[in-house]
């Protein structure tokens, strides 16, 4: 009884500690976030951005997520719209600009 109560502990945590997959409004929400935090490091000072929207198509072979995103760019009294394509991980952690 004692060894049922410890494999019913350890699979219960096992559980809870998968992590939560990302679907919808909030993988678009964090997709957003991590181009945003790649261009505040990559841009020039003084570059004000807003991302816009973003589509994304996951790739499971390679386990990233090719996506597109809509920026909004205002410098020294110019502004436009335009496009920045990225390749992000699963995790999140690299970007890959390809335009």
Partial sequence: MKYFFFFLLFFSLLAGCKPKVLTGTALQDKLKETI????????QKGIQFKVQDVTYFPDAKKGTYICQFHVYMKSRGKDTTGIVAATITNDFKDVKRSQ
């Fill in 36 to 43: 945003s935090n790649f261009l505040d490091t990559t841009l």
